[in-house]
């Protein structure tokens, strides 16, 4: 089962050259990690940080739908 990514973080323009399986970070990655840093910046217990970062970035990927 697949999740919702959000498509690239940083897409290339059209007509650029890339190599096939290197297209970079998605936008839920990219979302997760600006969320972890401010939950470490917080005192975050650190085994929470990453269930919590990628909830965060899904939430954020289903508001930009709506």
Not at 22 to 43: H, I, N, P, V, W
């Amino acid at each position: 089962m697949s999740k919702e990514t959000g498509g690239p973080a940083f897409p290339l323009p059209l007509g650029s050259e890339t190599v096939e399986g290197q297209e970079g970070m998605t936008l839920r990655d990219y979302f997760a990690a600006k969320a972890m840093q401010g939950m470490l910046a917080s005192g975050v217990p650190s085994g929470e940080i990453p269930i919590y970062a990628y909830e965060i970035a899904e939430a954020m990927i289903a508001a930009r739908g709506q």
